[in-house]
T-cell receptor, first 113, second 111 residues
Framework: ETGVTQSPTHLIKTRGQQVTLRCSSQSGHNTVSWYQQALGQGPQFIFQYYREEENGRGNFPPRFSGLQFPNYSSELNVNALELDDSALYLC????????????FGPGTRLLVL | QKEVEQDPGPLSVPEGAIVSLNCTYSNSAFQYFMWYRQYSRKGPELLMYTYSSGNKEDGRFTAQVDKSSKYISLFIRDSQPSDSATYLCAMSVRAGNQFYFGTGTSLTVIP
């Protein structure tokens, strides 16, 4: 059984650019959540996808958007990058909405210059 | 006020010590409580999960939840250098839904 994988591992962008981060959920998991973890902080919930539909969103602006595909993999898109978007972006997958356990990937480290 | 408060440390203990890590929270609707361990530059790894109040033990780890005080704890017995990591508490209102994390406590176990 493969775990949650994310790509790329590292990324450097400049302010105003757009970025797409990718996540492959653990086998059999249909729910994916995205979190932003700034340096020295705990992860903050961005949004969750269940069977290709958004199922809850945290306090992030609309320039943060996502997709979930039929194979349950997911993308996080961020438009008009700002310096404060520099963070570790974590993807977590779970078996379903009522499943309390979320399994995290290693994250994508984004640096915005 | 943050929904979840956690002392960031850092905490440094000798090998074999008992470690106590704590979080407080403000939202009485939280019912699901988790502890994650995060090594440097890695994703969080689930250690313990507890529903509502009570204790749960798994090997050297014990999680306690006191909903009346809005206080949760993680105890690590016989701490090992490999326990050196950042420990994050997390909680949610509904199973599998939005997790609210603490800032994490950095722990170093000295051989």
């Amino acid at each position: 059984e493969t775990g949650v994988t994310q790509s790329p591992t590292h990324l450097i962008k400049t302010r105003g650019q757009q970025v797409t981060l990718r996540c492959s959920s653990q086998s059999g998991h249909n729910t994916v959540s995205w979190y932003q973890q700034a340096l020295g902080q705990g992860p903050q919930f961005i949004f969750q996808y269940y069977r290709e539909e958004e199922n809850g969103r945290g306090n992030f602006p609309p320039r943060f958007s996502g997709l979930q595909f039929p194979n349950y993999s997911s993308e996080l898109n961020v438009n008009a990058l700002e310096l404060d978007d520099s963070a570790l972006y974590l993807c977590a997958s779970s078996l379903g909405l009522a499943e309390e356990t979320q399994y995290f990937g290693p994250g994508t480290r984004l640096l915005v210059l | 006020q943050k929904e979840v408060e956690q002392d960031p440390g850092p905490l440094s203990v000798p090998e074999g010590a008992i470690v106590s890590l704590n979080c407080t929270y403000s939202n009485s609707a939280f019912q699901y409580f988790m502890w994650y361990r995060q090594y440097s530059r890695k994703g969080p790894e689930l250690l313990m999960y507890t529903y509502s109040s009570g204790n749960k033990e798994d090997g050297r780890f014990t999680a306690q939840v006191d909903k009346s005080s809005k206080y949760i704890s993680l105890f690590i017995r016989d701490s090992q250098p490999s326990d050196s990591a950042t420990y994050l508490c997390a909680m949610s209102v509904r199973a599998g839904n939005q997790f609210y994390f603490g800032t994490g406590t950095s722990l170093t176990v000295i051989p």
